[in-house]
């Protein structure tokens, strides 16, 4: 017997069911009202005997694993962890280096735990800095509750000191980012003191670490910090306030995303629950395909500055992969939505009611922007909107806002067609907040839309080694002239340091050792974590920009097949398209 058959054995599926939504009893069935769907009679029902559910109103349904991978927006392997915890089954390490990491992070995760208790313990006997939330910020006592706000002492050791008494050790501490340690000695020093404590948990409600900002000003302290990468930690996919928006999420099939863990509070306390923030980085892919499992309806609302609208663009660029709806709230006469919501609540749940689709929004700011009766003004206008547009995934709605910009600047879509195909200026997605270009010589003037991509990719590859992980997804036959001899020697010498690999490639040797000394400039801050996940994310760009070219040619070739009367070719052809549609 596996160990899921196990955890089936002794769960029964109508208790895992109901620790979620109420069940009642129907013949030899349960039923209940939909946890995905708004609705007055109840649709969802449960077999105990099956061990399977099924929600007529979504059209869903499953096993026990299934809807718990639904209810919590988490992956198989998250929810078999969960139910073997349920169930009390010890899972099988998948080797002994997997053993002792498990033993090391859940002991993380008991120290993180501890000390967020012991943070909002501390908050509470704590007038002043009780008062800034309450006073300060309007916060209402549940809200502080339940989002588990705190504050850290302002002493160099009270953290340390009470967790050294509940046994963890200074290691521990460390790891968990809680304390840090000075060079050549011993003794430890608490990371967060004197701040107001905002704990983050992961998809399974585990506190995975904090951010946390000064209660009183000092010109030489940050005024937010953050926890830095951890064995649990990974700043590219934690949602703050995540935990405590599921459920409302799931209600209202809808989940906005905000600037900061503030604009998070003032929406929760002023009855806006279905709010997150990324935390502490730039809106990120796993960010993003983590919001996807709980709901395809995402509204963003950064702040309404330059540095707000560049957060849209790279969010939309992202969101082009990812099977969701991005709509854009903006709004005026406030800094930020926290500011908003406590002014003005009416005019808050306005500027929700008039989110613009994604691609539209952007199209309104370049109206705002730039003067299309001028060369200079339509070139800005496109430059601006053509990176949106390429992240579409629907050929039919590139196509639309083609023929929009077509319209708006005067100017021919084949045109524009071809700047999407080819020479198109788009800025790459990283996990780093921004990347910061190096003047550096490249082979040739003028990079297409994929050679980009492989050069991030290379960039990655060549200076961080677990993220040649993804050597495997590449489409090498599809890889530049320029760059295939590159990916190659990457993949047949995955250990291979970078200058071991210029020296292989002797007429490339200057180009590789640049790459190489643009990923670590660019990539050097990144954890292995998020250094591998971005060269994924590259990769599957990179193949999906091949999908389509092929796609496109097919489609041109089926056309002069069927203009010459040559049936079978067509047919062929046909087929093959056929075959590239169940590719995606």
């Not at 900002?213 to 010109?219: A, G, H, V």
Request: net charge neutral; charged share 30%; proline share 3%.
């Amino acid at each position: 017997m596996n160990e899921v058959e196990e955890i089936k054995n002794r769960l029964d599926i109508v208790d895992v069911v109901s620790g979620y939504i109420p069940l009642k009893q129907a013949g030899s069935n349960w039923k209940g009202l939909s946890p995905f769907k708004t609705e007055k009679t109840a649709s969802f029902m449960v077999s105990s005997d099956k061990g399977i559910w099924h929600d007529f109103s979504s059209s869903q349904g499953g096993d026990m694993f299934s809807f718990v991978m639904l209810m919590e927006g988490i992956e198989f392997r998250e929810a078999l962890e969960m139910l073997a915890k349920k169930a009390g089954v010890e899972l099988k390490p998948r080797s002994r280096e997997d053993q002792k990491k498990g033993q090391s992070k859940s002991r993380i995760y008991e120290a993180l735990e501890q000390a967020m208790k012991y943070y909002h313990l501390v908050l509470s006997k704590t007038p002043e800095a009780l008062s800034y939330f309450r006073d300060t910020r309007s916060l209402k006592p549940e809200t502080i509750k339940r989002y588990r706000l705190g504050y850290s002492q302002d002493s160099w050791e009270s953290l340390s000191t009470y967790l050294s008494q509940k046994g963890f050790t200074t290691k521990e501490l460390l790891d968990a980012g809680l304390a840090r340690q000075k060079t050549g000695r011993d003794s430890i020093y608490d990371l967060f003191r004197g701040r107001m404590m905002f704990p983050v948990f992961d998809t399974q409600a585990r506190v995975v670490g904090f951010s946390a900002r000064i209660l009183k000003y000092e010109p030489d302290s940050a005024k937010y910090i953050n926890t830095p990468e951890s064995p649990v930690y990974h700043k590219g996919s934690v949602i703050y306030g995540l935990t405590q928006a599921k459920e409302s999420v799931r209600k209202v099939d809808e989940v906005i995303v905000v600037e900061g863990n503030m604009d998070v509070l003032a929406l929760a306390n002023a009855g806006y629950p279905n709010v997150v923030a990324a935390s502490g980085t730039a809106l990120t892919f796993e960010q993003l395909k983590i919001l996807a499992r709980l709901s395809k309806n995402i509204k963003l609302c950064f702040d309404q500055d330059d540095a707000g609208i560049k957060a849209t663009q790279r969010a939309l660029e992202i969101a082009g992969d990812i099977d969701v709806k991005i709509m854009v709230i903006s709004y005026e006469n406030a800094k930020d939505p926290d500011e908003l919501v406590t002014k003005d609540p009416k005019a808050w749940q306005e500027a929700v009611k008039s989110a613009q689709y994604a691609p539209d929004y952007i199209f309104s700011r370049a109206k705002q922007g730039f003067d299309t009766t001028s060369a200079s003004g339509k070139k800005g206008f496109a430059s601006f909107v053509l990176p949106t547009i390429a992240g579409l995934s629907d050929e039919i709605e590139k196509n639309h806002y083609i023929k929009k910009l077509a319209q708006t600047i005067d100017v021919p879509e084949l045109t524009l067609h071809k700047k999407l195909d080819s020479g198109l200026e788009r800025k790459p997605v990283t996990v780093a907040a921004a990347r910061t270009e190096l003047a550096t010589q490249e082979p040739k003037a003028q990079l297409t839309r994929a050679e980009k991509i492989e050069v991030i990719a290379l960039e990655l590859m060549l200076s961080c080694k677990p993220a040649r992980d993804v050597t495997g997804d590449v489409d090498y036959q599809n890889i530049s002239v320029m760059h295939r001899a590159i990916f190659e020697a990457v993949r047949d010498y995955p250990k291979a340091e970078a200058v071991e690999i210029a020296k292989l490639l002797p007429e490339q040797s200057d180009y590789v050792k640049i790459l190489s000394l643009r990923g670590e400039h660019v990539y050097s801050a990144e954890s292995d974590h998020d250094a591998r996940l971005e060269a994924f994310t590259q990769i599957h760009r990179l193949n999906k920009i091949v999908r389509e070219k092929n796609k496109r040619q097919l489609t041109r070739n089926i056309s002069e097949a069927e203009e010459a009367g040559d049936t079978a070719l067509a047919k062929k052809l046909l087929k093959t398209y056929q075959a590239l549609l169940n590719e995606e």
